[in-house]
Protein backbone atom coordinates (compact mmCIF):
# COMPACT_ATOMS: atom_id res chain seq x y z
CA UNK A 1 0.00 0.00 0.00
CA UNK A 2 1.69 2.84 -1.52
CA UNK A 3 1.26 6.71 1.26
CA UNK A 4 -1.84 8.06 -0.95
CA UNK A 5 -3.82 5.11 -0.65
CA UNK A 6 -2.72 5.13 3.38
CA UNK A 7 -3.83 8.45 3.44
CA UNK A 8 -7.04 8.54 1.15
CA UNK A 9 -8.27 5.77 3.50
CA UNK A 10 -7.31 7.24 6.76
CA UNK A 11 -9.21 10.70 5.36
CA UNK A 12 -12.46 8.54 4.61
CA UNK A 13 -11.85 6.76 8.13
CA UNK A 14 -11.78 10.36 9.65
CA UNK A 15 -14.55 11.88 7.55
CA UNK A 16 -16.74 8.76 8.20
CA UNK A 17 -15.87 9.28 11.98
CA UNK A 18 -17.00 12.70 12.07
CA UNK A 19 -19.97 12.47 10.39
CA UNK A 20 -21.17 9.86 13.27
CA UNK A 21 -20.71 13.05 15.80
CA UNK A 22 -23.69 14.65 16.28
CA UNK A 23 -23.58 18.24 18.54
CA UNK A 24 -26.23 20.81 19.64
CA UNK A 25 -24.94 23.05 16.90
CA UNK A 26 -26.02 20.50 13.95
CA UNK A 27 -23.92 21.98 11.37
CA UNK A 28 -24.77 19.92 8.48
CA UNK A 29 -28.24 20.23 8.69
CA UNK A 30 -28.22 23.70 9.05
CA UNK A 31 -25.87 24.00 5.78
CA UNK A 32 -28.21 21.88 4.32
CA UNK A 33 -31.60 24.25 5.04
CA UNK A 34 -29.64 27.11 4.45
CA UNK A 35 -28.29 25.72 0.74
CA UNK A 36 -32.39 25.76 -0.35
CA UNK A 37 -33.01 29.46 1.10
CA UNK A 38 -32.80 31.83 -1.86
CA UNK A 39 -32.62 35.18 0.52
CA UNK A 40 -30.05 34.09 2.60
CA UNK A 41 -27.17 33.99 -0.19
CA UNK A 42 -24.05 32.09 0.24
CA UNK A 43 -24.74 28.64 2.87
CA UNK A 44 -21.39 28.98 4.48
CA UNK A 45 -21.60 33.09 5.11
CA UNK A 46 -24.92 32.29 6.20
CA UNK A 47 -23.54 29.81 8.86
CA UNK A 48 -20.87 32.35 9.88
CA UNK A 49 -23.06 35.53 10.57
CA UNK A 50 -24.95 32.85 12.86
CA UNK A 51 -21.75 32.01 14.48
CA UNK A 52 -20.74 35.67 14.88
CA UNK A 53 -21.31 35.97 18.72
CA UNK A 54 -21.48 39.50 18.86
CA UNK A 55 -24.37 40.98 19.76
CA UNK A 56 -25.54 37.39 20.34
CA UNK A 57 -28.99 37.95 20.13
CA UNK A 58 -30.26 39.01 16.95
CA UNK A 59 -31.34 43.19 16.99
CA UNK A 60 -36.00 43.55 17.70
CA UNK A 61 -37.62 46.21 15.90
CA UNK A 62 -40.67 47.66 15.88
CA UNK A 63 -43.09 45.95 13.35
CA UNK A 64 -45.67 48.30 11.15
CA UNK A 65 -48.93 49.56 12.34
CA UNK A 66 -51.91 47.76 12.43
CA UNK A 67 -53.47 48.83 9.24
CA UNK A 68 -50.54 48.94 7.20
CA UNK A 69 -50.26 45.02 7.79
CA UNK A 70 -54.25 44.95 6.91
CA UNK A 71 -53.82 46.75 3.76
CA UNK A 72 -52.16 43.36 2.12
CA UNK A 73 -54.05 40.20 0.97
CA UNK A 74 -54.58 37.79 3.19
CA UNK A 75 -51.55 35.66 4.31
CA UNK A 76 -49.21 37.76 1.36
CA UNK A 77 -47.47 39.44 4.05
CA UNK A 78 -45.66 36.61 5.31
CA UNK A 79 -45.15 35.27 1.80
CA UNK A 80 -42.80 38.92 1.30
CA UNK A 81 -41.59 39.45 4.81
CA UNK A 82 -40.80 36.05 5.96
CA UNK A 83 -40.46 33.81 3.50
CA UNK A 84 -38.04 32.04 4.55
CA UNK A 85 -38.60 31.74 8.29
CA UNK A 86 -40.35 28.16 8.43
CA UNK A 87 -36.73 26.82 7.83
CA UNK A 88 -34.99 29.00 9.65
CA UNK A 89 -36.63 28.10 12.83
CA UNK A 90 -35.26 24.79 11.85
CA UNK A 91 -31.75 25.84 12.68
CA UNK A 92 -30.52 25.55 16.41
CA UNK A 93 -28.10 28.37 16.21
CA UNK A 94 -31.29 30.53 14.89
CA UNK A 95 -33.45 29.21 17.76
CA UNK A 96 -30.55 30.20 20.21
CA UNK A 97 -30.57 33.66 18.79
CA UNK A 98 -34.26 34.01 18.75
CA UNK A 99 -35.95 36.20 21.52
CA UNK A 100 -39.33 36.31 23.28
CA UNK A 101 -40.08 40.07 21.96
CA UNK A 102 -39.14 39.30 18.58
CA UNK A 103 -41.41 36.51 18.75
CA UNK A 104 -44.17 38.05 19.81
CA UNK A 105 -44.02 40.60 17.49
CA UNK A 106 -44.07 38.29 14.43
CA UNK A 107 -47.10 36.68 16.13
CA UNK A 108 -48.42 40.41 16.44
CA UNK A 109 -47.95 40.59 12.57
CA UNK A 110 -49.57 37.51 12.11
CA UNK A 111 -52.70 38.36 13.68
CA UNK A 112 -52.89 41.81 11.82
CA UNK A 113 -51.91 39.94 8.39
CA UNK A 114 -54.82 37.67 9.30
CA UNK A 115 -52.06 34.85 8.42
CA UNK A 116 -53.67 31.68 10.85
CA UNK A 117 -51.73 29.35 10.11
CA UNK A 118 -48.36 31.87 11.25
CA UNK A 119 -50.82 32.60 14.11
CA UNK A 120 -50.78 28.67 15.33
CA UNK A 121 -47.50 27.90 14.54
CA UNK A 122 -46.01 30.98 15.91
CA UNK A 123 -47.82 30.50 19.35
CA UNK A 124 -46.51 26.99 19.90
CA UNK A 125 -42.91 28.21 19.38
CA UNK A 126 -43.49 30.34 21.96
CA UNK A 127 -45.00 28.07 24.11
CA UNK A 128 -42.42 25.46 23.88
CA UNK A 129 -39.59 27.79 24.61
CA UNK A 130 -40.32 26.85 28.26
CA UNK A 131 -37.10 29.22 29.98
CA UNK A 132 -37.41 31.98 32.29
CA UNK A 133 -36.84 34.63 29.39
CA UNK A 134 -39.60 33.24 27.46
CA UNK A 135 -41.88 34.03 30.54
CA UNK A 136 -44.77 35.76 28.92
CA UNK A 137 -45.19 38.41 32.22
CA UNK A 138 -41.55 39.30 31.02
CA UNK A 139 -42.19 41.10 27.58
CA UNK A 140 -41.30 44.33 27.34
CA UNK A 141 -43.53 46.93 27.17
CA UNK A 142 -43.53 48.10 23.10
CA UNK A 143 -43.18 51.59 23.61
CA UNK A 144 -39.49 50.82 25.11
CA UNK A 145 -39.25 50.29 21.18
CA UNK A 146 -40.84 53.13 19.51
CA UNK A 147 -44.20 52.17 19.73
CA UNK A 148 -46.93 55.81 19.81
CA UNK A 149 -49.57 54.56 18.03
CA UNK A 150 -52.39 53.73 19.73
CA UNK A 151 -53.87 51.05 17.62
CA UNK A 152 -50.41 48.99 17.95
CA UNK A 153 -50.47 49.95 21.55
CA UNK A 154 -54.01 48.45 21.95
CA UNK A 155 -53.65 45.51 19.54
CA UNK A 156 -50.00 44.13 21.30
CA UNK A 157 -51.79 44.63 24.77
CA UNK A 158 -54.64 42.69 23.79
CA UNK A 159 -52.96 39.65 21.90
CA UNK A 160 -50.68 39.55 25.22
CA UNK A 161 -53.42 38.99 27.11
CA UNK A 162 -55.33 36.41 24.65
CA UNK A 163 -51.70 34.67 24.94
CA UNK A 164 -52.00 34.26 28.80
CA UNK A 165 -55.29 33.05 28.63
CA UNK A 166 -54.38 30.49 25.61
CA UNK A 167 -51.83 29.39 27.43
CA UNK A 168 -53.76 28.92 30.70
CA UNK A 169 -56.42 26.93 28.19
CA UNK A 170 -53.42 24.54 27.53
CA UNK A 171 -52.31 24.37 31.20
CA UNK A 172 -55.88 23.67 32.18
CA UNK A 173 -55.97 20.38 30.14
CA UNK A 174 -52.24 19.17 31.43
CA UNK A 175 -50.37 20.18 28.79
CA UNK A 176 -47.06 21.87 30.15
CA UNK A 177 -44.26 23.76 28.33
CA UNK A 178 -41.69 21.56 29.22
CA UNK A 179 -43.15 18.62 27.98
CA UNK A 180 -43.73 17.16 31.09
CA UNK A 181 -47.74 16.68 30.28
CA UNK A 182 -50.03 15.87 33.01
CA UNK A 183 -53.15 13.40 31.87
CA UNK A 184 -56.11 14.33 33.08
CA UNK A 185 -58.30 11.78 35.42
CA UNK A 186 -61.81 14.13 34.78
CA UNK A 187 -61.96 15.62 31.74
CA UNK A 188 -64.84 17.90 32.94
CA UNK A 189 -62.23 19.26 35.68
CA UNK A 190 -59.52 21.10 34.82
CA UNK A 191 -56.26 20.60 35.93
CA UNK A 192 -54.64 23.00 38.93
CA UNK A 193 -51.66 24.97 38.08
CA UNK A 194 -50.37 28.24 38.23
CA UNK A 195 -51.95 30.62 35.79
CA UNK A 196 -49.84 32.91 33.47
CA UNK A 197 -49.89 35.82 33.59
CA UNK A 198 -49.89 38.90 30.75
CA UNK A 199 -47.32 41.25 31.03
CA UNK A 200 -47.43 44.57 33.65
CA UNK A 201 -47.96 47.12 30.72
CA UNK A 202 -50.69 45.81 28.84
CA UNK A 203 -52.69 47.45 31.73
CA UNK A 204 -52.04 50.70 30.57
CA UNK A 205 -53.51 50.10 26.52
CA UNK A 206 -56.83 52.20 26.72
CA UNK A 207 -59.78 51.62 24.42
CA UNK A 208 -59.99 52.58 21.06
CA UNK A 209 -62.55 55.31 19.88
CA UNK A 210 -62.84 53.98 16.68
CA UNK A 211 -63.57 50.09 16.07
CA UNK A 212 -60.24 48.94 14.60
CA UNK A 213 -61.49 45.75 12.41
CA UNK A 214 -59.00 43.42 11.92
CA UNK A 215 -60.77 40.00 11.02
CA UNK A 216 -63.84 40.90 9.84
CA UNK A 217 -66.25 38.11 9.32
CA UNK A 218 -69.07 40.20 9.18
CA UNK A 219 -70.47 40.43 12.08
CA UNK A 220 -68.95 41.63 15.79
CA UNK A 221 -66.89 38.40 16.73
CA UNK A 222 -65.82 39.71 20.44
CA UNK A 223 -68.41 38.26 22.18
CA UNK A 224 -69.39 35.27 20.46
CA UNK A 225 -65.45 34.14 20.77
CA UNK A 226 -66.24 30.66 22.88
CA UNK A 227 -62.84 30.19 22.63
CA UNK A 228 -61.98 32.62 24.80
CA UNK A 229 -62.33 31.28 28.79
CA UNK A 230 -61.78 34.91 30.68
CA UNK A 231 -64.57 37.42 31.71
CA UNK A 232 -64.09 39.99 29.45
CA UNK A 233 -62.22 39.31 25.51
CA UNK A 234 -59.64 41.74 25.38
CA UNK A 235 -59.56 42.07 22.12
CA UNK A 236 -63.44 43.11 22.43
CA UNK A 237 -62.60 45.33 25.98
CA UNK A 238 -60.31 47.93 23.27
CA UNK A 239 -62.81 47.81 20.64
CA UNK A 240 -61.00 45.52 18.21
CA UNK A 241 -62.87 42.70 15.89
CA UNK A 242 -59.96 39.77 15.73
CA UNK A 243 -60.40 36.21 16.38
CA UNK A 244 -58.21 34.46 19.05
CA UNK A 245 -59.01 31.12 17.78
CA UNK A 246 -55.56 30.51 16.03
CA UNK A 247 -53.89 30.98 19.04
CA UNK A 248 -55.51 27.58 20.79
CA UNK A 249 -53.34 25.18 18.78
CA UNK A 250 -52.34 21.71 20.20
Same mark, same amino acid.
Given at each position: MNLVTWLAKKYRRLRWRLQLIHTPFRFRKSLGILRRLSGQGNPYLALLR????????? =????????? @????? %? #? %???? @????? *??? *???? !??????? *?? =???????LYEALCAHDEPYIGYETEYFWKRSSPAWELDQLRDPREYGCTDPEQYAVMASLAEAMADSFNWRLGWGFRRDGNHVERDDLR???EFNP??? =???????? $?????? !??? @?? /???? /???????? /??????? #????? $?????????
Open positions: LLWPVPWYF =PCRLPPRPR @DIIAY %E #K %EAYF @DQHYS *DLY *DLRI !IPLWRWR *DT =PQRSFFRTPMVKP =PSWTSNAL $ALEETL !IIH @DY /GHHI /GSDDSYFT /GSVQPFE #KRNIE $ASTASLRTI
